[in-house]
């Protein structure tokens, strides 16, 4: 097929055409087990009657109608938002990367606001990810995603992830943010630890900086908790919500406070589809169906079992090293014989009809539908196990 798209993108062979649940049909009509769940996005499978629904109904009522209204979708996902967590008020953008560029636009805001000039800079971590407009590539601590972008906004400094000395003496009466991702989901599955998090919100607390935690790949039950900072004893000030908010349709979110999120004073901030009524409206039956106990419970039932399938194959084929994350976002480790060759893994995963992904070179990552079937779970564990086998044959 001929790619009109320019060529940022290094699109597999296979073309997808439809899906139901974890499994996706393609153009050529092979069928695939999906574990990749869209990169983290589709929470509840492909074509979920609820979402279908939802969207159908609000398809015919209103689609747009721009941030001069408000609507009842836009109130009820924030409604529900604020009632979960630690927030007050919700920003509504349409991506990860936009709901980080409203945080740390919030932060540079709010610090400028309260305490003068001088206190702007931001602490992110080296290897994190935060998107890919030039403000979220300049935070995220990966050079190959900025570097040719530049010259790039400047007052960000990185610390090395899970480095609490490092980031205690990285933090001071300049820093007006620190930034952290609970679990480093692009580069590696790589969960930070509680004594990271908790020197982060201690520092913050002696410095007047606000502590914001980018979830766009965490949240919203991945880790088996709505958000994954629910699972350590931080509360944060400002969160990024995106992927599996609309878990499909295109959303993004900022929670925050109502004494951070007073800085967003009228015209100061804004956005044309954000909080669009289709996207919330998916978003509320996409949070009713995520935040029961029943699936947060299945996400770590099967989480467990999943990690414990990926553990046996670790055993028996030595293709990974260690198999680690939390709920149903997996990383497998490829062992110092495989190194950098995770892509070529996903590669013969797709010829035995398995969707993964990487996270960096070294990692292989599974982020599926958080209602994954025994039959899928196992299906997949199959297919996976087979291009293992020719991987570490090759
Ligand atoms: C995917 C991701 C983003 C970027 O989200 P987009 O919707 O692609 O802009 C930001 N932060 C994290 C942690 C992510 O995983």
């Known amino acids: 097929m001929h790619n009109y798209l320019t060529p940022n993108f290094a699109f597999a062979e296979m073309i997808p055409d439809h899906g139901l649940g974890s499994r996706v049909w393609s153009t050529d009509n092979h069928e695939y087990v999906d574990l990749a769940g869209g990169i983290a996005v589709n929470a509840l499978g492909h074509c979920h009657p609820a979402l279908i629904s939802a969207l159908d109904a609000q398809a015919h009522k209103l689609w747009h109608i721009s941030n001069l209204y408000t609507t009842k979708p836009a109130q009820a996902l924030a409604q529900r938002l604020v009632e979960h967590t630690f927030a007050d008020q919700v920003f509504f953008a349409n991506s990860g990367a936009e709901a980080n560029e409203a945080a740390f636009k919030l932060a540079r805001k709010y610090a400028r606001d309260h305490f003068g000039d ?44 899970n480095d609490a000395e490092a980031l205690r003496a990285a933090v ?34 002696e410095h007047h900086a606000l502590l914001v935690l980018d979830e766009v790949q965490t949240g919203m039950g991945r880790t088996g908790k709505l958000y994954a900072y629910q699972h350590y004893n931080v509360t944060p000030d400002i969160v990024s919500s995106a992927k599996a908010l609309g878990s499909g349709f295109p959303i993004g979110a900022m929670l925050t406070t109502a004494k951070v999120g007073a800085s967003f004073t009228p015209g100061s901030h804004g956005s044309t589809f954000g909080g669009n009524p289709l996207a919330c409206a998916v978003g509320c039956a996409a949070f ?26 670790a055993q ?35 010829q035995h009809g398995l969707l993964v992904l990487v996270a960096s070179p070294n990692v292989l990552r599974l982020a599926p539908s958080l209602l994954l079937s025994d039959e899928d779970l196992n299906e997949g564990m199959t297919r996976l196990r087979a291009a293992v086998a020719d991987f570490v044959a090759a």
């Open 316 to 350: 028996d084929t030595g293709a990974f090293e260690i198999v680690r994350g939390k709920g149903l976002l997996i990383g497998c480790v490829l062992a110092d014989a495989y190194r950098g060759r995770a892509g070529e893994l996903v590669g013969k995963a797709l």
């Open 172 to 205: 001071n009466g300049r820093t007006c943010a620190v930034v952290i991702e609970p679990i480093q989901g692009e580069s590696g599955v790589l969960p930070a630890s509680a004594e990271f998090l908790e020197t982060a919100r201690a520092v913050c607390d």
């Open 288 to 313: 009713d169906i995520i935040s029961q106990p029943e699936t947060l419970q299945r996400v770590n039932e099967q989480g467990e079992k999943l990690a414990a399938a990926l553990r046996a194959i």
């Open 118 to 161: 001088g206190k702007n800079e931001i602490v992110a971590c080296v290897n994190g990810f935060h998107g890919r407009t030039l403000f979220t590539v300049s935070v995220g601590g990966q050079p190959k995603y900025s570097q040719d972008f530049a010259p790039l906004p400047s007052g960000i400094t990185h610390v090395p992830f």
